[in-house]
């Protein structure tokens, strides 16, 4: 006769998972995990996210909390590592008083998290993660992803490139090295061979994450004369290649394309006409974010507290704040009016959607999100003393996704140009 043997430390796992699947008493407070990154190079990116947390917090205790309970967000700092990311996530999810995450800004991140969530029974939101892998081959139940990914925001590029400048044929493409720079790679060239398969790809440069000199790279650019230069660098990374590759005129000899580059437009003259946009819709100056007192009121107290206005990472932390305070109050309203278990907080999160500051956030049956593409070129502004966002387009975040089940590069393979006829044109969103 065989016999269960089972660790203390198993038994104590079991029993918490199956008391916080209960459940539960109104808490005096909700406690929440952030995730991002507060130090290093990437903090440039990330402290942005923690600050909207932030100013979040605030907003919704001010407005009563969610259900009469305020909010308390403890905030972790990415740069410490997968190991130390993990193991802090796992210490947080241990407590009964959190019951979602919202995790994390690395891909590297989301994908080790990923599945300690599926363990644990944590609703995670991933609020940055823009890996297409992370709902690739697998199933996840309580991770949610509203905020778009890799698929739609980098054909989104390739497409308004072509729209604006049908001619091209030389394109140049530096990203940072590691799987977000080598993933949008793959979908860039894949989004060409679809759209304009006679585009030659000139030169694929991969610069360390941190790098503090460009010039080899700009070097390299500048002769390979492309017509069009693809860019996902991003953070402090972004800011120290564009003002070495400004003196320098690269930005103007050849059509830049900076796909995070509305996060360095307040603190750096971009030349007029750069391609620019932001991973999905979190544009503060968009015509629909405008159009909403709430954004604007957000924007305008962000800028009070923190000096300067929001960048699209401080919009999708907010949006992310948005989707888990409707969850909440979703699974308060089918229970009865019962504070929900974690449980009843994933089912609420399932294909859930509802507004936000600069859209709406819907996802799918495999818990990814369907997100708009915004993208436009930089041009002065009347109000502000920096560059803004022109000649934008908005594109249906769901008509770039690869279908659910179906390999996203197989599927960009099966575009044609005839694709980009059925797309809006450039300007139509202003």
């Known amino acids: 006769m065989k016999h269960i043997v089972r660790t203390a430390g198993t038994l104590m796992a079991s029993l918490v998972l199956a008391t916080q699947a209960m459940a539960q008493d109104k808490p005096e407070q909700i406690d929440v995990g952030v995730f991002t990154f507060t130090s290093g190079a990437p903090a440039a990116y990330g402290q942005p996210g923690a600050q909207g947390a932030e100013l979040m917090v605030d ?7 969610i259900d009469g309970v305020p909010l308390r967000a403890t905030i972790v700092d990415e740069a410490q590592g997968a190991e130390g990311v993990i193991a802090e996530y796992r210490r947080l999810a241990g407590e009964t008083s959190y019951q979602v995450m919202i995790a994390a800004l690395s891909s590297s991140n989301c994908l080790a998290l990923a599945p300690v969530a599926e363990q644990m029974q944590m609703p995670t939101i991933s609020w940055n993660c823009d ?127 900076l796909a995070l580059g509305e996060t360095i437009l307040q603190r750096i003259d971009l ?9 999905g819709d979190g544009y503060w100056l968009t015509p629909d974010a405008q159009a909403n007192e709430d954004t604007v009121a957000f924007a305008e107290e962000y800028a009070t507290r923190f000096g300067e206005y929001p960048v699209f990472p401080t919009m999708k932390m907010a949006n992310s704040f948005m989707v888990m305070k409707a969850a909440y109050e979703a699974a308060i309203e089918a229970n009865n009016g019962e504070w929900p278990s974690r449980d009843e907080i994933a089912a609420a999160l399932e294909g859930i ?78």
């Open 59 to 65: 907003l919704i205790n001010a407005a009563g909390g």
């Open 131 to 257: 890996t297409h892998q992370l709902f690739l081959d697998q199933q996840l139940d309580y991770t949610f992803r509203p905020n778009g990914n890799t698929i739609p925001e980098f054909v989104a590029y390739v497409a308004y490139l072509l729209q604006v400048n049908p001619d091209i044929e030389r394109v140049a493409i530096i990203n940072p090295d590691y799987a977000f720079g080598h993933d949008a790679a793959e979908i860039v060239k894949a989004a060409f061979r679809a759209f304009k398969p006679d585009v030659e790809i000139v030169a694929e440069l991969f610069p360390s994450l941190g790098a503090s000199s460009y010039q080899t790279e700009v070097s390299r650019l500048s002769a390979a004369r492309p017509d069009a230069i693809f860019s996902n660098l991003w953070g402090a990374d972004l800011e120290n290649f564009v003002r070495q590759a400004q003196p320098r005129g690269l930005l103007t000899q050849s059509q830049t394309v």
């Open 353 to 430: 959607e509802t507004a936000t500051f600069t859209g709406t956030a819907r996802l799918r049956e495999d818990n990814d999100g369907y997100v708009d593409q915004v993208i436009g070129v930089t041009g002065p502004s009347d109000t502000y003393d920096f560059s803004v966002i022109t000649n934008m387009v908005r594109y249906d975040g769901e008509a770039l996704m690869a279908p659910l089940g179906e390999d996203p590069i197989a599927w960009i393979e099966t575009l044609t140009p005839e694709f980009l006829e059925t797309l809006p044109e450039p300007g139509s969103y202003n």
């Open 271 to 279: 030349p007029d006409g750069v391609i620019v946009g932001m991973l």
